[in-house]
């Protein structure tokens, strides 16, 4: 029997299912061991005093089928807030039947409710089907921009001891 698919705000007893999706999305982008992210991590990210991400789950009935997982930036040159979209995710078996562009439709009325300026994310060069899905929306590649990234010891490294936390 299949339905019509719903989305919902993530709830603290969604997160081990926001776990496995993406874990399962490390897998499909040839990094399966790349999460280090535990249960605890998203429940405080998500839920915790002050959360500064959110998701949203995309079901079929009752079976979760994918998940967006975003944040607001901002814009110095618009004056705006932006929403970046850190992950998207649809179960491979539910793909090509409108849950995704759900996913994105939910996320572009936030930005526009929200009076955002921008709505963003990042896609892997090789990842033709994504390319191709987001594209078909009305996306268009940003490609005078270059993603740069610090982790680990550099971002260690570059840090400013004892920087005062703002709240």
Known sequence: MSGTFQITIAREQ??????????ELAVYEREPDAVVATHDDLRN??????PKVFAVLCWEDD?????????????????QHGIYLEDLYVTPSFRGRGAGKLLLQHLAG??????CGRFEWSVLNWNKPAIDFYESVG??????????????QALEDLALPNTPVHR
């Open 45 to 50: 990210a998500l839920f915790g005093p002050a």
């Open 63 to 79: 079976t979760p089928v994918g998940f967006a997982l975003y944040f607001f930036n901002f814009s110095t040159w618009l004056g």
């Open 14 to 23: 969604d997160v081990a299912q926001i776990l496995t999706f993406i874990q």
């Open 139 to 152: 996306a268009r590649p940003q490609s005078e921009w270059m993603v740069y990234r610090l982790t680990g």
């Open 110 to 115: 936030i930005a526009v409710a929200e009076g």
